[in-house]
């Protein structure tokens, strides 16, 4: 590939997805203040940088995975100073619709165009390529960055202008996190009402409750014995944290969705920071004192 990346942020979603346009033969340039991070993808023939402005110094795409809207504002801010006229800009992060604005009319300053882009489906999704990519942005930047996308993502949807993606984001999440702590709510009810949890899944699973998570996602994580974290349920409470500021900036009061956040920040309180999203359960595994039995079966 005679174009260039620039990848800034290569943890466990970056790093995957480095990985796959390594694979497809890009030249990409790398950084990560995790050392061991980047030094797994210089063995894959990534080159090292030592800021993010070297990492765009000649780049033509400089892709973003960072945790938070402060650390995005400082890695593009640097990433500008290298940047080229021409690049283009396109942040997987999730994050502030106000910020992805705010950065993507000081990227146009530089000559560089600037995609919000948030995604979906996780460390799978971006291990395997089948990452849902929420874009917001101009149709033609998009179409520019379509062939990069391509080997990180299956499902590219077109949502709007700039800050449409990360909008889009935060509700896909609030909606994720609500359908998780249901979830926990009824599991551990029927459960502890003397229902085994197996028979209970596949019932909800066949019926008008059946949805992704449930049928998808829990076999690999809250029906396990180890409950590994896909997605930790700290950086869900992040998530719920922006969408109840969007909501208060354009004078939105919703109860349920403050609900769900203030569950996420006490189960953050109370020792599940690390743990996976799903292990919101837990607050009610406590309070009827179970767990819910891991299910041998995964099914997907």
């Known amino acids: 590939m005679d174009q260039r990346i620039a990848f800034i942020g290569v943890g466990r979603m970056g790093g995957r997805m480095t990985k796959r346009l390594l694979n497809a033969g890009y030249r990409v340039a790398v950084y990560d203040p995790d050392e061991t991070a980047v030094s797994e993808l210089v063995a894959l023939d990534a080159a090292a940088a030592h800021s993010p402005a070297e990492a765009a110094d000649g780049a033509d795409f400089i892709l973003c ?12 801010t640097g990433a500008l100073t290298g940047a080229k006229p021409g690049a283009l800009i396109i942040d997987f992060s ?8 705010e950065l993507a009319a000081q990227a146009a300053e530089h000559g560089v165009g600037f995609l919000d882009a948030p995604v979906s489906r996780g460390v799978m999704g971006a291990e395997k390529g089948t990452l849902v990519v929420m874009v917001g942005g101009e149709a033609e930047a998009l179409e520019r960055a379509r062939p990069v996308l391509a080997h990180l993502a299956s499902d590219v949807v077109h949502v709007g202008p700039v800050g449409a993606g990360q909008a889009t984001k935060l509700c896909n999440n609030m909606l994720t996190a609500i359908v998780a702590t249901g979830l926990g709510e009824v599991l551990v009810t029927g459960v502890k009402a003397g229902v085994e949890l197996e028979p209970l ?3 909800l699973g066949a019926g008008s409750a059946g949805n992704f998570v449930l049928s998808n996602y829990l076999p690999l994580t809250l029906f396990t014995e180890a409950r590994n974290a896909g997605f930790a349920l700290q950086l869900m409470r992040k998530d719920l944290g922006l969408f109840v500021k969007a909501a208060q900036d354009i004078g939105l009061d919703l109860p349920l969705s403050d609900l769900a956040h203030e569950r996420f920040v006490e189960a953050c309180e109370t020792g599940l920071a690390d743990a996976d999203y799903t292990s919101i359960a837990e607050l009610y595994e406590r309070a009827a004192e179970l767990r819910l039995a891991p299910i041998a079966e995964v099914r997907t």
């Open 65 to 76: 995975s960072v945790p938070n809207p402060g650390i995005l504002r400082e890695a593009v």
């Open 94 to 101: 999730t994050g502030d619709p106000a910020v992805e604005r």
């Open 201 to 203: 899944v596949e019932a």
